[in-house]
């Protein structure tokens, strides 16, 4: 066989061996015996010497052609073992984090955590975009930015954690995110807030310095109380199970114009009166209003063009509630006892 003829075998030979290979070791191996230092290509090429000046060129050419071509299916059997590796593993470790998970071990969702999946589920079904709530922030976003200057008296109804030195503060309340929230967004805004806040509070049955709220704020053009009223009720009505009725009575907060506190009707008795409401019939839960139009100036929003409301639950409160829970202590006290019951 001349050397032309064996070069364009080894050629052949090695493109249909290289194809069907499909582990990296054996293409290693393989490689070293085809295009190593001592490979067949060297081999058949120490049969250059006995050729003519001319008929060296023109072979050397066609080897060096062909070590090319081998390379370069070499290079691409590689990357295609490879990729055929990742998607073996995709494929075998794959896990659907969608499926519904069992509790067959024994262990319990807290109650703060069951409600607030609870409020988050009820308020996607209604278009709300969730976003998580800052535990330190800024003065301003605390503040600020709620029209709540330095010198307002309101500041006092927040007793502050403040951090030494950096002008930041442990959030006070969920209202910490309206300023962000309506400077990122461009309306229609619908969002909830649920985060974690702290005050320096005395701690006694219904008092901790660390609790949990839920924010809520829609913008809009031509968003009024009504809005704020059907929002509430439908969201109560799910978390308690039945339908409720509320009620509004002025309340002040710098963020709102008007403000209001909103009752529920007492989802224990349906209003008759009971041991829960005090025998009234109602049961004062969450604070809420029109949004100042400070608060959406501040925000980039021009409150001549659009209007919104915002209310701050307190799930602490509302899982008491719903759970008959009388010691807001014990959300936060690893009793076993306790969280065994949920
Ligand atoms: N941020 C208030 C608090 O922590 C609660 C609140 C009241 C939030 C009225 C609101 C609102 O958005 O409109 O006491």
């Not at 191996?29 to 000046?53: A, F, M, P, Q, V």
């Not at 529920?264 to 029109?290: M, T, Y």
């Amino acid at each position: 066989m001349s050397l032309a003829d064996s070069l364009s075998s080894l050629r052949a030979e090695s493109l249909s061996a290289i194809a069907m290979l499909s582990s990296e070791e054996w293409l290693v191996d393989y490689r070293n015996e085809i295009l190593g230092k001592n490979g067949k290509l060297t081999e058949i090429l120490k049969g250059l010497k006995s050729l003519s000046d001319e008929e060296k060129r023109g072979v050397g050419k066609h080897a060096n052609e062909i070590r090319d071509e081998l390379s370069a299916a070499f290079d691409d059997r590689k990357t295609r073992i490879e990729l055929a590796d990742i998607e073996r593993a995709i494929a075998s470790e794959y896990a659907d984090v969608t499926i519904p998970y069992s509790r067959t071990d024994g262990s319990h969702v807290h109650p703060l955590a069951r409600v607030r999946d609870e409020i988050e589920d009820v308020f996607v079904r209604m278009g709300f975009r969730v976003y998580e709530s800052d535990e330190v922030t800024t003065e301003y976003a605390n503040f600020d930015a709620v029209n709540v200057p330095a010198t307002h008296p309101a500041r006092d109804m927040q007793d502050t954690f403040w951090l030494e030195g950096s002008g930041n503060v442990l959030a006070t309340q969920t209202s910490c995110m309206q300023n962000h929230i309506l400077r990122t967004n461009t309306p229609p805004i619908r969002a909830i807030i649920p985060g974690r806040v702290f005050r320096n509070e005395a701690i006694d049955a219904t008092h901790e310095n660390t609790f949990y709220q839920v924010e809520g704020m829609v913008v809009d053009r031509g968003i009024h109380i009504g809005h704020l009223k059907y929002t509430l009720e439908t969201m109560l009505s799910e978390i308690f199970g039945k339908p409720v009725r509320t009620r509004m009575r002025p309340g002040f907060f710098p963020f709102v114009e008007p403000g209001v506190e909103v009752d529920s009707s007492c989802p224990f008795c349906d209003g008759v009166g009971c041991r829960i409401c005090k025998q009234s019939g109602w049961i004062e839960l969450v604070p809420a209003g029109l949004i100042h139009p400070n608060v959406l100036r501040e925000g980039g929003i021009d409150p001549e063009v659009y209007s919104g409301f915002a209310f701050g639950l307190g799930m602490n409160r509302l899982a008491m509630l719903k759970y008959g829970v009388d010691n807001i202590r014990l959300f936060l006290d690893p009793d076993i006892d306790f969280l065994r019951q949920f």
